[in-house]
């Protein structure tokens, strides 16, 4: 069993940067591919980011493509997503997820976190 939190959401102004972290209890992390995901209110959860377990190999949605980075410290069990140029549209709640292999569905995860609000003021 792999417990996640995630840290760092909050509130920021449209045009401004906030850094994710996703904390793993274990030390099998380095073995877990790892995603990030997001939930506006009224709207089905979507994909954000995803990384392999080496950090290596990354893959994001076009809506966050040149704006956000996925990366990861393996020595530290962490997942980190860095926003920069946040947008209203970017407000929602995030999730990191790890899973067998990097994948935008989130039925390939298998354990999750409890989510980070992002607050986006105009």
């Known amino acids: 069993q792999v417990q996640l939190v995630e840290s760092g959401g909050g509130l920021v102004q449209a045009g401004g940067s906030l850094r994710l972290s996703c904390a793993a209890s274990?030390?099998?992390?380095?073995?877990?591919?790892m995603g990030w995901f997001r939930q506006a209110p009224g709207k089905e959860r979507e994909f954000v980011a995803t990384?392999?377990?080496?950090?290596?190999?990354?893959y994001y949605a076009d809506s966050v493509k040149g704006r956000f980075t996925i990366s990861r410290d393996n020595a530290k069990n962490t997942v980190y997503l860095q926003m920069n140029s946040l947008k209203h549209e970017d407000m929602a709640v995030y999730y990191c997820a790890a899973g067998p292999a990097p994948s935008m569905y989130d039925r390939t995860y298998n354990y999750w976190g409890q989510g980070t609000q992002v607050t986006v003021s105009s």
């Open positions: 274990q030390r099998t992390f380095s073995t877990y591919a």
């Open positions: 990384i392999n377990w080496s950090g290596r190999s990354t």
